[in-house]
């Protein structure tokens, strides 16, 4: 993982695997263009400006880059429509390596982007397809489900008793490192997951634990899920990630993988590890109880 003097285009440099992308490459010294719609500053990075539906940003975000990590368009459909045209300005532009973020739910030539999956061999000889599962960060982060978490103590899904091999961010930032600066390109189809296969019950459960707030699993139909859904976000989507929900029930992620093991040299994250990390930043009501008290004290004592 030597350093090169051409640099890596990372896009969606302030999401959730794309910040963690980008912080890991520049800690190892690579020079990183940080794209977003915004061109938001990146310690030790050049911010640039992309979006994927605007395709005059795509020369400028290209420059001088000679590999990218690509991230899909969030809720789009059918994101080969504005990647694949992309895909073929960095080639032509001296792109010679490209690494794809997709899911373990999507296979190649799948919806969404398994096009793109499809595509990319036939465009750069160097290449990989991430797929990982159910990304950990859903519990802790931006995701809806952390939302319902935090407000109301529920996780809502219609996967049943069904359960994923949950991957830590952290882990799918590291395996994206070595698929993008390795010497040689992994040129494959890299299913990641974490160390064990979770139901929902169980991440509730250690939820609860970690925040010492009660936290349970409501489970829906895919109707029930599907409808809520397309309250906030196109029905098609709403529809492909209901029906992603019935096939975790029906066992479709049920499994683990030596990827991220095999690929960084150490194991994968569990969850509880994960959930330690980043939920006990936030206290729960005994611990904020307990610190106003504190303060209380002190203000009397003072």
Known sequence: MTPTTAATLVIGATGTTGSRTAARLIAAGHRVRAASRRATPLAGARPVRFDWYDPTTFTGALDGADRVYLVPPIGDPDPAAVMLPFL???????????????????????????????????????????????????????????????????????????????????????????????????????????????????????????TGRPVVHHRLTCEELRERLAAVIPAEFAAMLAAMDRAIAEGAEDRTTDTVERLTGRPPNPFRVVAERELRTTPGPAVRALTAHSRRDGRRSR
Do not use: K
Request: glycine fraction near 10%; charged fraction near 20%; hydrophobic fraction near 45%.
């Open 88 to 210: 073929r300005q960095a080639r032509a532009g001296g792109v010679r390596r490209a690494v794809l973020l997709s899911s373990s739910a999507i296979p190649e030539g799948g919806p969404a982007a398994g096009a793109v999956h499809r595509a990319l061999p036939g465009l750069f000889d160097e290449w990989a397809v991430l797929r990982p599962s159910w990304f950990m960060q859903n519990f802790t982060g931006t995701h809806a489900h952390a939302d319902s978490i935090r407000t109301e103590g529920v996780i809502r899904t219609a996967a049943g008793s069904g359960r994923v091999g949950f991957v830590d961010a952290d882990d799918i930032a590291a395996v994206a490192v070595r698929a993008l600066t390795d010497d040689r390109a992994p040129c494959d189809d890299l299913v990641l997951t974490g160390p064990e296969a979770l139901g929902h019950d169980e991440v509730a459960a250690v939820v609860a634990h970690v």
